[in-house]
Every structure is written in structure tokens, then in C-alpha cells.
């Protein structure tokens, strides 16, 4: 059984940078969509970014375009989310999952659609 671990999170200044990491463990994900999701207190889980088996393809938020960066290196099993000019309203618990099918032709955006998920990262951006 796949599990997926966050890290990188933390607390960091309006206009710093942060790279989260998410490792699997127990199977590999290398055949698999692996997205990023976010969450505040009392909001849902929102579509962060997410990025095809091999990251040729990649799609991201429009709220974070241009800022954020998904890779992966599947040597390691690990997906990663470069963060740059993180502003107040990136403030979250992120999270790394998996999708439900392994090499979706559409890249999945909603939730459902994703079956294997960490247990999130604390993401604090202060003014």
C-alpha cells in the first residue's frame, strides 16, 4: 500500500520561497498523476497544481500561476512544489496525492479523483 509523507512546510515572509516535497513509499507513483491541494480552516480542498506520469504536462491554479512549479523525480518517488512570491493567501495545509487511475489521458482536477493522499504541511506566509 502506497503512503505519501509531506514535508517543507513552515513559516516564511510575504515574497519568501518554499519547496514542499512529498515522498511515496511502499509502491512506486511513477505511472500515476500526483497533484497538490490546499486547504484552510472551514474552506475546502482546493486544486493546487498537478503533473502527468513522466511531467511532461503540468496545470496549475490560476491563483498561483506563474508562482508555484510542480516536478517530480521518479528515481526518488517524490513530487515536489517550488513556491516563489508566496503571498497571505497562500497560507495552508498542502497536500500531495495520487490519482485514482494510472495514466489518466485527462489529468484529474477534482478530489474524487484522487485516491491516496498525505497528511498535509503547514504553509504560513505572514505580512
Known amino acids: 500500500q502506497v503512503r505519501l509523507v509531506e514535508s517543507g512546510g513552515g513559516l516564511v515572509q510575504a515574497g519568501d520561497s518554499l519547496r514542499l516535497s512529498c515522498a511515496a513509499s511502499?509502491?512506486?507513483?511513477?505511472?500515476?498523476?500526483m497533484g497538490w491541494f490546499r486547504q484552510t480552516p472551514g474552506q475546502g480542498r482546493e486544486f493546487v497544481a498537478h503533473?502527468?506520469?513522466?511531467?511532461?504536462?503540468?496545470n496549475y491554479a490560476d491563483s498561483v500561476k506563474d508562482r508555484f512549479t510542480i516536478s517530480r523525480d521518479n528515481t526518488k518517488d517524490t513530487v515536489y512544489l517550488q513556491m516563489n512570491s508566496l503571498k497571505n493567501k497562500d497560507t495552508a495545509v498542502y497536500y500531495c496525492?495520487?490519482?485514482?487511475?494510472?495514466?489518466?489521458?485527462?489529468?484529474?482536477?477534482?478530489?474524487?479523483?484522487?485516491?491516496?493522499w498525505g497528511q498535509g504541511t503547514q504553509v504560513t506566509v505572514s505580512s
Open positions: 496525492a495520487r490519482s485514482r487511475l494510472q495514466l489518466p489521458t485527462k489529468l484529474p482536477v477534482m478530489k474524487y479523483e484522487y485516491d491516496v
Open positions: 511502499g509502491r512506486t507513483v511513477s505511472s500515476y498523476v
Open positions: 503533473i502527468n506520469w513522466n511531467g511532461g504536462r503540468t
